[in-house]
């Protein structure tokens, strides 16, 4: 509020005496104070230090010919000396207590973020009530400092708190892949499975190539009983990136797309021919990986296949 009311006061205090003397110097001061203002309110001064510069300039001009201005008043500047002094005090009460704040935050952020590394997550969920967050609301990476605390919260099995600060994230950071896919990793193990897809389709809608949410999508959509949606979720994930255990998900989603080829094919599985290993969990694997290294569909091949044994 101070920075604004300066940079309008001086602009003001131009505008006026441009109309009432016409010099081209104040039309150059209010141009000069317009133009710093808006790269001020939008741009990033603190980083370019000529900006600050030019304002100090600029200013000086100003309160110069302000000053030159009353010296025939024979105005005592000493009487305003403690104000003067006292206004930025005062001011800076507030500011070293933000500050001291700040660094308090930063400490208790870096303890949090080792505990972190070390896979303390009781210790790291202490910590995180040790300190408000304030005034160091994200890291340096951009975030959320309560992305963390809801992570402790979550490795510590309070579900409810988790989610509650990863949605606190969400508000700061809409468009952070990974706090949308932790909200919806949340729902899906409370079995809140389109809550949960809701916010992994959030999260590919930003990154459409991101393998966590992707995976997690594919186990929601499974779960919502959509087995060939699941499998082609499943498909790209294998073909980015295949986290642990992938292998163990896709042999439960692909035997479960089997069975449901067998139905529509009204297969008879009683039947002798059958006796092979045509249903045996390794065989339909077998399948899926030879279509998946051929990027053909597992459903035409397993089609393939039945024909094959049919016609034997």
């Not at 990033?44 to 100090?56: G, W």
């Not at 042999?251 to 080829?261: G, K, Y």
């Amino acid at each position: 509020m101070a920075f604004i009311i300066i940079i309008i006061g001086a602009i003001i205090y131009a505008v006026k005496k441009y109309l009432k003397t016409g010099e081209a110097f104040w039309l150059v001061m209010v141009s000069g104070i317009f133009g710093y203002g808006i790269v001020a309110m939008f741009g990033f001064p603190t980083e370019k230090i000529f900006l600050v510069i030019m304002l100090i300039i600029y200013l000086a001009l100003v309160v110069s010919n302000l000053l030159a201005g009353t010296t025939s008043k024979k105005i005592n500047i000493s009487r305003y000396a403690y104000l003067l002094i006292a206004i930025p005090v005062l001011v800076s009460f507030y500011s070293i207590n933000a500050c001291a704040a700040r660094i308090k935050e930063e400490s208790n952020f870096s303890q949090v973020l080792a505990l972190k590394e070390k896979g303390n997550w009781q210790r790291m969920y202490n910590q995180t009530k040790t300190v408000p967050i304030k005034y160091f609301p994200l890291d340096y990476t951009a975030t959320p400092v309560a992305w963390y605390n809801a992570t402790a919260a979550y490795m510590n099995g309070k579900s409810d708190e988790a989610l509650a600060l990863y949605k606190e994230a969400l508000l700061q950071t809409p468009y952070h892949v990974q706090v949308n896919n932790d909200i919806g990793a949340v729902y899906l193990n409370k079995g809140n499975y389109s809550e949960a897809e809701e916010y992994f389709t959030k999260a590919l809608e930003i990154n459409p190539k991101f393998p966590d949410a992707l995976f997690n999508k594919a186990v929601a959509v499974f779960n919502k009983g959509n087995r060939y949606g699941s499998y082609k979720l499943f498909r790209q994930v294998g073909y980015i990136h295949q986290p642990p255990k992938y292998n163990d998900y896709m042999l439960v989603v692909v035997n479960s797309v089997a069975d449901s080829v067998f139905k529509a094919r009204n297969i008879d599985l009683k039947k002798p021919v059958f006796k092979e290993d045509i249903r045996s969990k390794s065989y339909i694997f077998q399948i899926e990986t030879s279509s998946f290294k051929a990027r053909t569909d597992f459903m035409t091949e397993l089609d393939k296949e039945i024909d094959l044994y049919e016609k034997q």
